[in-house]
């Protein structure tokens, strides 16, 4: 199957997804870069959009 993922970002999902419930983006951005390298932040922000969208994470969260 396709990895629709790579066509709309170059962030790992899965790790950007652990990351959440956070509602501090700037945090969570830090924490991912550290821990994954550099990443463009507009690549970053597709990312999280996307996890948003298919409902993988939930606005809101409390602050991990």
């Known amino acids: 199957s ?10 790992d999902l899965v790790a950007l997804a652990r990351l959440a419930p956070c509602r501090d983006i700037p945090l969570m951005y830090e924490r ?3 821990a994954h390298g550099d990443v463009p932040l507009s690549s970053f922000l ?18 991990a």
Do not use: F
């Open 2 to 11: 396709r990895d629709w993922s790579s066509d709309v970002c170059s962030s």
């Open 32 to 34: 991912y870069t550290r």
């Open 46 to 63: 597709a990312c999280l959009s996307l996890l948003l969208a298919r409902g993988i994470v939930r606005e809101g969260a409390p602050i």
